[in-house]
């Protein structure tokens, strides 16, 4: 299927679209830019500019098509497919990655995701959300409104972040952090229930996911839903600092 670009929309040269997107009036689009099939794209949306670097090159990548040096260009902005991206959003070049949003996102208006930031699938970015740089957003993540995260920090597969919580230090896999600096408060159990999970089985992961005690050793991890399985062993073996 074709893509529905309205004509004051600007795409620059650089950028690669697959089928099926909509990109809505003034929106800015720039390379080196690779997004993919059936996003919804809002009005005053801008991808693609330069990191907020004071040390970096901000070339007018909507005059002129990229170069093809990095340090010149950016590392790139790569978009998935099926999210949909409202009013106002932006997200930047990487400084030395590609900033990553993965598929199936929700990104409210007016939220930024900053350079180098890698964004997981299925994760929710209320309005007004600030990310700083070479953040780690996990899957099906949950930011509420007005949230800022510090940059570098690292938010846990299907952690809930409070409305305008500030954000300093990682946020547990499945865990609700609340406040300025955000803390910990609880699990989330709404969450996980969601994905198949019962009372008994949310208890015994408990100790691991507030960080006092590892996975269970009867093989709990391996007998979760097949996602919820993967995703809890693949936090449970992320590098730490």
């Not at 954000?167 to 159990?189: L, Q």
């Not at 969601?194 to 009867?218: F, N, Q, S, V, Y």
């Amino acid at each position: 299927m074709v893509n529905r670009i309205h004509p004051t929309a600007i795409i620059g040269e650089g950028v690669e679209l697959g089928d099926d997107n909509v990109i809505g009036p003034f929106t800015v689009i720039v390379g080196p830019a690779r997004i993919g099939d059936g996003n919804w794209i809002g009005p005053h949306v801008t991808i693609g500019t330069p990191g907020e670097d004071r040390g970096r090159e901000h070339p007018a990548a909507w005059d002129s098509a990229p170069n093809g040096d990095p340090d010149h260009d950016g590392h790139g902005v790569v978009i998935g497919s099926r999210n949909r991206i409202r009013e106002y959003v932006s997200v930047h070049q990487g400084t030395w990655r590609t900033t990553t949003v993965g598929d199936g996102g929700y990104f409210l208006r007016g939220s930024h995701i900053a350079h180098d930031c890698l964004v997981e699938d299925a994760v929710t970015v209320a309005s007004n959300v600030i990310t700083g740089g070479h953040c780690h957003i996990w899957t099906g993540a949950n930011l509420g409104m007005g949230a800022i995260l510090h940059q570098r920090v690292v938010i846990g597969p299907g952690a809930m972040v409070g409305m305008s919580s500030a954000v300093r230090k990682e946020v547990g896999a499945f865990t609700i952090a609340v406040g300025n600096p955000a803390r910990v408060t609880g699990v989330n159990t709404v969450g996980l229930s969601r994905r198949g999970l019962d009372e008994a089985t949310i208890e015994a992961l408990g100790p691991w996911l507030k960080g006092k005690a590892g996975l269970p050793e009867d093989g709990l991890a391996d007998r979760l839903p097949g996602d919820l399985s993967t995703l809890v062993k693949a936090w449970d073996a992320r590098p730490r600092e």
